[in-house]
T-cell receptor, first 115, second 114 residues
Framework: AQKITQTQPGMFVQEKEAVTLDCTYD???????LFWYKQPSSGEMIFLIYQGSYDQQNATEGRYSLNFQKARKSANLVISASQLGDSAMYFCAMREGQGDYKLSFGAGTTVTVRA | DSGVTQTPKHLITATGQRVTLRCSPRSGDLSVYWYQQSLDQGLQFLIQYYNGEERAKGNILERFSAQQFPDLHSELNLSSLELGDSALYFC?????????????FGPGTRLTVL
């Protein structure tokens, strides 16, 4: 079974607008972490934001925020005030357990920001 | 710059050959992970080392092997290469500080098997 599901293969957003990228996850482990990474066309993987399963508040990092709905098992990424440089592939990932453990990745969502 | 280095950046080789991919983690990070990114399989975890010891294994073929050396750099060896092994291979190391133990990725090695 898929641990991470990203249902939007591609999205277009107008510059300066906000965009929400969907991510649902599946785990029976009560302790887990959720991550979002950005992969520009150059190929590198850039860490954006982290949410722990026990965190009470939604994570925020600058223009990135994570809408964590534990009961729904969703961890959507919101990018506010989109910029042309935000055009990239975005991956949602999960670590099961607390500590140094592997990541399971979703299929990714391609975001294209239009001027 | 994540602080994780990988060499080479590109590798072109023929079927049946053997290659070695090298990774140096961020200073102080003990865990090294290898991932494979291909068009058909997406991003898949291959193997993890922690302070020189194998910690976890994922979808790693028997033709592939890895090790982590005392200076914590790691090498991924791919042998008897097939066309389907063409992919982007990432190394990552995880942060010891902070609650997330977030993984920082190297720039990747793009392997093309002809």
């Amino acid at each position: 079974a898929q641990k991470i599901t990203q249902t939007q293969p591609g999205m277009f957003v107008q510059e300066k607008e906000a965009v929400t990228l969907d991510c649902t996850y599946d785990t029976s482990d009560p302790s887990y972490g959720l991550f979002w990474y950005k992969q520009p066309s150059s190929g590198e993987m850039i860490f954006l934001i982290y949410q722990g399963s026990y965190d009470q508040q939604n994570a925020t990092e600058g223009r990135y925020s994570l809408n964590f709905q534990k009961a729904r098992k969703s961890a959507n990424l919101v990018i506010s005030a989109s910029q042309l440089g935000d055009s990239a592939m975005y991956f949602c990932a999960m670590r099961e357990g607390q500590g140094d453990y592997k990541l399971s990745f979703g299929a990714g969502t391609t975001v294209t920001v239009r001027a | 710059d994540s602080g994780v280095t990988q060499t080479p950046k590109h590798l072109i080789t023929a079927t049946g050959q053997r290659v070695t991919l090298r990774c140096s983690p961020r200073s102080g990070d003990l865990s090294v992970y290898w991932y494979q990114q291909s068009l058909d399989q997406g991003l898949q975890f291959l193997i993890q080392y922690y302070n020189g010891e194998e910690r976890a294994k994922g979808n790693i073929l028997e033709r592939f092997s890895a090790q982590q050396f005392p200076d914590l750099h790691s090498e991924l060896n791919l042998s008897s290469l097939e066309l389907g092994d063409s992919a982007l291979y990432f190394c990552a190391s995880s942060a010891r500080e902070g609650p997330g133990n977030e993984q920082f990725f190297g720039p990747g090695t793009r392997l093309t098997v002809l």
